[in-house]
C-alpha cells in the first residue's frame, strides 16, 4: 500500500513554455503532499507544502508565481512549472502523507526528470 | 533551523564489508527520522523509518539507530553486496507535526565485487 505515483516521468520543453506534473496517491487519500526539487549530485530541497482545498505554503525562496501548486483532491496535487527556462531543469519529486496516520511518515513518488531546452 | 549532515559524502568498500553511515541533525527535537535510497536517475526508495519514541529500526541486513541526545543515527549495513551500491539518504522530520522533511546531502556508497 502507500502508492504514490507521477507523471510524466520525462519531460523535455522549449524555454518560454509551461510544463504539468502530477502527483497521484494511489491507494490512499492525502490531504497533505509535499513538492521538492533536486538538482543533480545534490541533495532533496523542499519547495512547498500543499493541503487539500487550500493554498500550497511555499519555503523561502520558491517563487509562487513560478511554481504554481493545486491540490485539488485527496488524491491528486499537481505543480506547473510557469515560463519554464534552463535553470529551471530539475527532478521534482512528490510526496504523499496518509490523512489520519500519526506517524506523519511520507511516500514518496518516482520523480519526473525536467529538461528545458 | 534544523540541518542534517552525512558522512562521508562517498564511500568505497569491498563486498562483503560491514560498513557504518552516519548522520548528524542539529536540533534534538526531531519527530522521525527516516532512512532512504536512491538510485541514479531514479526516485527514494524508504529503508527504514525510526519514530521519535524508538531507538532503532532492523530490516533484513539494515539497522538503523537513533540518539536524539547527542543529534545521531547511523545506518548499518551488514555483508555488503555490489547490489547495496546507491546513494543513501537520511532525513529528519521537524517536531510539532509540520510534515516537513529535511535531508542530508546523502552518502554515495560504491561496493565492489
Known amino acids: 500500500g502507500a502508492v504514490v505515483s507521477q507523471h510524466p516521468s520525462r519531460v523535455i520543453c522549449k524555454s518560454g513554455t509551461s510544463v504539468k506534473i502530477e502527483c497521484r496517491s494511489l491507494d490512499f487519500q492525502a490531504t497533505t503532499m509535499f513538492w521538492y526539487r533536486q538538482f543533480p549530485k545534490q541533495s532533496l530541497m523542499l519547495m512547498a507544502t500543499s493541503n487539500e482545498g487550500s493554498k500550497a505554503t511555499y519555503e523561502q525562496g520558491v517563487e509562487k508565481d513560478k511554481f504554481l501548486i493545486n491540490h485539488a483532491s485527496l488524491t491528486l496535487s499537481t505543480l506547473t512549472v510557469t515560463s519554464a527556462h534552463p535553470e529551471d531543469s530539475s527532478f521534482y519529486i512528490c510526496s504523499a502523507s496518509i490523512w489520519d496516520d500519526p506517524t506523519d511518515t511520507q511516500y514518496f513518488g518516482p520523480g519526473t526528470r525536467l529538461t528545458v531546452l | ?113
Request: charged fraction near 15%.
Open chain 2, 1 to 113: 533551523k534544523q540541518e542534517v549532515t552525512q558522512i562521508p559524502a562517498a564511500l568505497s568498500v569491498p563486498e562483503g564489508e560491514n560498513l557504518v553511515l552516519n548522520c548528524s541533525f542539529t536540533d534534538s527535537a526531531i519527530y522521525n527520522l527516516q532512512w532512504f535510497r536512491q538510485d541514479p536517475g531514479k526516485g527514494l526508495t524508504s529503508l527504514l523509518l525510526i519514530q521519535s519514541s524508538q531507538r532503532e529500526q532492523t530490516s533484513g541486513r539494515l539497522n538503523a539507530s537513533l540518539d536524539k541526545s547527542s543529534g545521531r543515527s547511523t545506518l548499518y549495513i551488514a555483508a555488503s553486496q555490489p547490489g547495496d551500491s546507491a546513494t543513501y539518504l537520511c532525513a529528519a522530520y521537524l517536531s510539532g507535526n509540520t510534515g516537513k522533511l529535511i535531508f542530508g546531502q546523502g552518502t554515495t556508497l560504491q561496493v565492489k565485487p
